[in-house]
């Protein structure tokens, strides 16, 4: 079975960066699409940032221009480098894979990021 493992939250300061990844293994083939979502407590769960195979990408408003995400086909793995980090991007991210059509679906267990002083 596909299993997901999110790595690289911790604790960052106002301006500071981080990288997320997310390595899918147990998969015959590519994901059509990858990406991230973030739940902060007391908020719904919203999507970040997505790619897909061909290579085409959407990012939630907020983070434009400040996310960016990326991916290893070969190395089966999906991440997302984080600048520019304010304390409202606190939450747990949540690495997502879907295949064609949606037919599958799957979801890491979570990393969390903290942006405080």
């Known amino acids: 079975q596909v299993q997901l493992v999110e790595s690289g939250g911790g604790l960052v300061q106002p301006g500071g960066s981080l990288r997320l990844s997310c390595v899918a293994s147990?998969?015959?083939?590519?994901?059509?699409?990858m990406g991230w979502y973030r739940q902060a407590p007391g908020k719904q769960r919203e999507l970040v940032a997505t790619?897909?195979?061909?290579?085409?990408?959407n990012y939630v408003d907020s983070v434009k221009g400040r996310f960016t995400i990326s991916r290893d086909n070969a190395k089966n793995t999906v991440y997302l480098q984080m600048n520019s980090l304010t304390p409202e991007d606190t939450a747990v991210y949540y690495c997502?894979?879907?295949?064609?059509?949606?037919?599958?679906?799957?979801w890491g267990q979570g990393t969390q990021v903290t942006v405080s002083s």
């Open positions: 997502n894979a879907n295949t064609l059509l949606g037919a599958r679906n799957y």
């Open positions: 790619k897909t195979s061909g290579g085409i990408t």
């Open positions: 147990g998969s015959s083939f590519i994901m059509h699409l």
